[in-house]
């Protein structure tokens, strides 16, 4: 069972008590190798106030959803479902059906939207760790992390390119873990 990100649907104007509580069953329940992370996806906009200052403010992408990386089981999807504040997932044609899950360019255009990436790279990521290229112009090839900035969600890989060892960078969303 492989890790993928569910769209769920909570009452308007309580995606962060949902996540609270979703985080906090997971924990108490045990759950952490079934349920990853729930993320509010969020933008950041600049409002200019009546004295010409600019505010930055943090708006709802989608009001009344919340994102759960989660290995789709029995339990978890009771956990996730049963949830206070929860009213169902997105992609579940109802009568004990599972949900379907996104599909990854629609996770990675959100996720990038917030600075994030499919790829937890503080859990999943580490110097020598191999990985495939999906995306760009070194798609198909692979390579070894040479070096990590989570600061702008980039890698070093390096690959071997006509018989030599070549770092190239690349985003965090165009590569997979092998």
Avoid: C
């Avoid at 985080?23 to 106030?49: C, H, L, W």
């Amino acid at each position: 069972m492989e890790k993928l990100w569910y769209v769920v649907n909570t009452y308007s104007g309580h995606e962060d008590k949902v996540k609270e509580k979703l985080e906090a069953r997971t924990n108490s329940m045990g759950f952490q190798d079934n349920i990853f992370r729930v993320i509010i996806p969020q933008e950041t906009v600049y409002e200019t106030k009546k004295d010409g200052t600019k505010v930055e403010k943090k708006k709802k992408m989608f009001p009344g959803y919340v994102l759960v990386e989660m290995v789709m089981s029995d339990e978890a999807w009771y956990i996730v479902r049963n949830t206070p504040g929860v009213t169902g997932f997105i992609g579940s044609s109802g009568k004990g059906a599972k949900p379907t899950p996104l599909k990854p360019q629609e996770i990675d255009k959100i996720l990038i939207n917030m600075g994030l990436s499919r790829m937890d790279a503080d859990a999943e990521l580490n110097i020598g760790t191999k990985v495939s290229i999906v995306d760009g112009p070194f798609k198909g090839m692979e390579g070894s992390v040479n070096a990590i900035d989570k600061e702008n969600s980039k890698l070093t890989v390096l690959i071997d390119l006509f018989g030599q060892e070549t770092p190239v960078e690349v985003e965090l969303f165009q590569v997979s873990i092998m």
